[in-house]
């Protein structure tokens, strides 16, 4: 079992940065790869940006791609989410995951097997 706790959330103005933190409680934290998804009042959860366990590769969304950057630290269990430039189309709670998955079905959802309790991010015009 893979607990994940974000952090980082809250409140900016239009072009601001945060970033998001992701702890995870396991041992085996290099061996999963980390997600980041987030889900606004009345749509369905989207992908953000994601991170193999090996290499590490990155793949985005294409709306943040260029503004949000995803890494992680392997001794600190933890994976982050830059995020520069922010928009009020970017207010969502935004939610950490960790899966086993390949790398084709990273973009899924429904492929990772632990979930984070999210964090609300809200960005004023």
């Known amino acids: 079992q893979v607990q994940l706790v974000e952090s980082g959330g809250g409140l900016v103005q239009a072009g601001g940065s945060l970033r998001l933190s992701c702890a995870a409680s396991t041992r085996t934290f290099s061996r999963y790869a980390m997600g980041w998804f987030r889900q606004a009042p009345g749509k369905e959860r989207e992908f953000v940006a994601a991170i193999t366990w090996s290499g590490p590769n990155t793949y985005y969304a294409d709306s943040v791609k260029g503004r949000f950057t995803i890494s992680r630290a392997i001794a600190r269990n933890t994976v982050y989410l830059q995020m520069n430039g922010l928009k009020p189309e970017d207010t969502a709670v935004y939610y950490c995951?960790?899966?086993?998955?390949?790398?084709?079905?990273?973009?899924?959802?429904?492929?990772?097997?632990?979930w984070g309790q999210g964090t609300q991010v809200t960005v004023s015009s």
């Open positions: 995951a960790a899966g086993t998955m390949a790398i084709a079905t990273m973009l899924d959802s429904r492929e990772y097997d632990y």
